[in-house]
C-alpha cells in the first residue's frame, strides 16, 4: 500500500531532550516536507525537501533540523525542544514537488513538550 | 504575510443536502488552489485541485468554483454523507515556489443522519 508513515504517532517529551521523528514514504516520491498544525493557524511548512540531500526552510524552520540521505525517509530533529514546539507535525510527500501535483500525508505525530 | 481564510469555522448539514465551503485568499498572483479534507486523528486528504485560469472543475460529488474577481474558492459537496464529516481547507499555491503551499484554518463539516 502507497503510503507515508510517521513514528512515533504520539510523544511527550521534556524540555531539551533532543528527539527525532521519523518519516518514511514508499511511492519513491522526489518531495517531502513537514508540516506543523495549531489550533487557529492551519498547516505550516516547516522544512522541505526537493530530492536527497536537498533541503530547504519552509515558513517555520526555527528550532528543527531535517535529513534527507535516502530518498524515502526524511526525518525531523529537534534539537533542544521548548514548548512552544508542542504541536501536531505532519510528513507530506509528492512526486516531483512542481505543480500540479497531489501531497500525500503521513498519520501526524502529536508532540507535548514539557 | 500571505492569509488563507474560511469565512466560517463550523457548517452543519443534513445527510442528503449540498454543503459549500468557502475560502478567501490573498495573493492575486497565486495560480494553484487545493482543497483537503482531514478526517479526526488523520493527516489531510487530497480532494480535488484547481488551476488559475479555471473557474470551475468537478471531481466524484465535489465541484471547485473559484472567482478571481474577489479572490474566493468554494467547494461544494453534492449529497452529503456521513463519512462526509471532517474539517475541510483550502491551500493556496505560493507563486513560483513549486510545492509550497499557504493553508487555510479549516471549516469543521458535521453530517446530521
Redo the contacts between chains.
Keep these: 500500500e502507497a503510503q507515508v508513515t510517521q513514528n512515533p504517532r504520539y510523544l511527550i517529551t521534556v524540555t531539551g531532550k533532543k528527539l527525532t521523528v521519523t518519516c518514511s514514504q514508499n511511492m519513491n516520491h522526489e518531495y517531502m516536507s513537514w508540516y506543523r498544525q495549531d489550533p487557529g493557524l492551519g498547516l505550516r511548512q516547516i522544512y522541505y525537501s526537493m530530492n536527497v540531500e536537498v533541503t530547504d526552510k519552509g515558513d517555520v524552520p526555527e528550532g528543527y533540523k531535517v535529513s534527507r540521505k535516502e530518498k524515502r525517509n526524511f526525518p525531523l530533529i529537534l534539537e533542544s525542544p521548548s514548548p512552544n514546539q508542542t504541536s501536531l507535525y505532519f510528513c507530506a510527500s509528492s512526486l516531483r514537488g512542481a505543480l500540479p501535483d497531489e501531497q500525500y500525508f503521513g498519520p501526524g505525530t502529536r508532540l507535548t513538550v514539557t | 504575510g500571505e492569509s488563507?481564510g474560511l469565512h466560517l469555522p463550523t457548517l452543519s448539514v443534513q445527510e442528503g443536502d449540498n454543503s459549500i465551503i468557502n475560502c478567501a485568499y490573498s495573493n492575486s498572483a497565486s495560480d494553484?488552489f487545493i482543497w483537503y479534507k482531514q478526517e479526526s486523528?488523520?493527516?489531510?486528504?487530497?480532494i480535488i485541485?484547481i488551476?488559475s485560469n479555471m473557474d470551475k472543475r468537478q471531481g466524484q460529488r465535489v465541484t471547485v468554483l473559484l472567482n478571481k474577481t474577489v479572490k474566493h474558492l468554494s467547494l461544494q459537496i453534492a449529497a452529503t454523507q456521513p463519512g462526509d464529516s471532517a474539517v475541510y481547507?483550502c491551500?493556496e499555491?505560493k507563486p513560483n515556489t513549486?510545492?509550497?503551499?499557504?493553508?487555510?484554518?479549516?471549516t469543521s463539516l458535521t453530517v446530521i443522519p
Design positions: 488563507v494553484y486523528g488523520k493527516g489531510p486528504q487530497f485541485d488551476r481547507f491551500a499555491a513549486g510545492n509550497q503551499f499557504y493553508f487555510g484554518t479549516g
